[in-house]
């Protein structure tokens, strides 16, 4: 009887522990990874990646962008100051910030210190996918929903978030550590164009740094009155031109 018994409870616990063990389980290493967890992969690679690139932007012009060895870095962006008549560079140095023009003439103003900020009227805000923002996505509890589409991701804001740490938008890498693309709300649409090249060992300043007053997005208001002044000096000296050529004639 006794053997009867323990036999009998054998047999129930080898079934208990059969049926927990299903054919349906897929095993874990063959689980697709979820977009959220490649994501934080993809910008954690992308923010030690270091390199030179040449972007279309959504903006006008194109946009470099020089990400060096030793962390400094530089954007440059065509046409984006004055009233589109000088390219600007954007840097950040072991010196702190600096804003490069190449008219007048090529030279760069410091606008800010090594900790501070761009001013907001003279940031193309384009730096801020590659220097800002891969922190962000590489942080696994920020507020955002990720997901696939076509290789790239696609950040949503939950539901219980109003702003998000990152604006809305796709992120693309070229499997390299490098952004492919990125079009997101505050700095537009960014693509690649062309291979990129190796990195700079440092960030070196296209101009000589002046004291003086940085360029803005628009012409000065003071030039636009020179070139009013100019162009009403010169109808009066073709009238009076002409007067003379009149009474000469006569």
């Known amino acids: 009887m006794f053997f009867t018994t323990v036999f009998s409870a054998a047999v129930i616990l080898a079934g208990c522990g059969t049926a927990t063990a299903t054919d349906d389980e897929t095993p874990e290493e063959d689980r697709p990874p979820s977009a959220r967890l490649e994501l934080t ?30 962390g400094t870095w530089m954007v440059g962006v065509e046409d984006w100051a004055l009233g589109g008549e000088a390219d600007v560079w954007i840097a950040w140095t072991t010196g702190g910030f600096y804003q490069c023009v ?26 801020l996918p590659f ?29 219980v978030v109003v702003d998000t740490p990152v604006p809305e938008g796709s992120w693309c890498f070229d499997g390299e550590g490098a952004i492919e693309s990125v079009d997101v709300k505050d700095a537009g649409t960014l693509t690649l164009v ?50 003379a050529a009149s009474e000469s004639e006569g």
């Not at 606008?111 to 730096?127: H, S």
């Open 41 to 70: 992969s993809a910008a954690a690679e992308a923010m030690d990646a270091r390199y030179s690139a040449e972007y279309e932007w959504s903006g006008g012009g194109n946009v470099t962008v020089d990400l060096a060895e030793d």
């Open 102 to 127: 190449d008219e007048p003439e090529e030279q760069c103003v410091k606008i800010a210190a090594i900790t501070g900020e761009i001013p907001e009227d003279l940031d193309p805000k384009v730096q």
């Open 131 to 159: 220097v800002r923002w891969l922190p962000r996505l590489a942080d696994q509890h920020a507020p955002f929903q990720v997901a696939w589409d076509d290789g790239c991701f696609v950040l949503n804001r939950t539901t």
């Open 194 to 243: 062309g291979e990129k090249s190796e990195a700079p060992e440092t960030v070196e300043l296209p101009g000589q740094i002046v004291d003086g007053d940085p360029a803005g997005k628009e012409k000065p208001e003071e030039d636009e009155e020179e070139k009013k002044d100019d162009e009403s000096g010169e109808a009066e000296d073709g009238e009076e031109a002409g007067d």
